[in-house]
Antibody
Framework: QVQLVQSGGEMKKPGASVKVSCKASGYTFSRYGISWVRQAPGQGLEWMGWISGYTGNTNYAQRFQVRVTMTRDRSTNTAYLELRGLRSDDTAVYYC???????????WGQGTLVTVSS | QSALTQPASVSGSPGQSITIPCTGTNSDVGGYNYVSWYQQHPGKVPKLMIYDVDKRPSGVSDRFSGAKSENTASLTISGLQADDEAYYYCASFTSSSTSVFGTGSRVTVL
């Protein structure tokens, strides 16, 4: 069965960077992309970007263009999200989801809580 | 890219039908048949309920249906049940080759 397992929660100081991993299993990793979505406490879902599992090509939401990098490692079927210049309003649960062509996230990781606080 | 617009809350009695609208623009909802809907119970991971405007993933009840007219997509839940009480989010592909979520709607079963 399809599974996406994310890395554990992180506590970071303002200005730091965080890297969240998303390990996929149960399907051919290169046939699908991975989208990253975040949810601040008590808020809605926010799409951050997408990476192709095959080519590694990326598409980022404009507001994250400067601060985000998404990568993937086909040898370990793992996708990564790196967010730099963390601010307190980056405190959120970060989700990865399998997403063939930015059309729909049909399987989701369990979420990773990133807390930014001095 | 602005979030798609959804009503903050929608409610209905058990057994009734409700419809949640999701309004965008020609650059997202109106321009592509890549609208999806997600259900999220509090503290839980979102779950895909509808994709490509009106398709249901395997295992999703046929009480959930999707449609689109011009720049507005909609999710209809028929035969409302207590477990349908949750937050619902729409999402759409956009002309910038990105995706955007809706503002989210809280569904209450009276």
């Amino acid at each position: 069965q399809v599974q996406l397992v994310q890395s554990g929660g992180e506590m970071k100081k303002p200005g730091a960077s965080v890297k969240v991993s998303c390990k996929a299993s149960g399907y051919t990793f290169s046939r699908y992309g991975i989208s990253w979505v975040r949810q601040a406490p008590g808020q809605g879902l926010e799409w951050m970007g997408w990476i192709s599992g095959y080519t590694g090509n990326t598409n980022y939401a404009q507001r994250f263009q400067v601060r985000v990098t998404m990568t993937r490692d086909r040898s370990t079927n793992t996708a990564y999200l790196e967010l730099r210049g963390l601010r307190s309003d980056d405190t959120a649960v970060y989700y990865c989801g399998r997403d063939e062509e930015m059309a729909a996230l049909d399987h989701w990781g369990q979420g990773t809580l990133v807390t930014v606080s001095s | 890219q602005s979030a798609l617009t959804q009503p903050a809350s929608v409610s209905g009695s058990p057994g009734q039908s409700i419809t949640i609208p999701c309004t965008g623009t020609n650059s997202d909802v109106g321009g592509y048949n890549y609208v999806s809907w997600y259900q999220q119970h509090p503290g839980k991971v979102p779950k895909l309920m509808i994709y490509d405007v009106d398709k249901r993933p395997s295992g999703v009840s046929d009480r959930f249906s999707g449609a689109k007219s011009e720049n507005t997509a909609s999710l209809t839940i028929s035969g409302l049940q207590a477990d349908d009480e949750a937050y619902y989010y729409c999402a759409s592909f956009t002309s910038s080759s990105t995706s955007v979520f809706g503002t989210g709607s809280r569904v209450t079963v009276l």
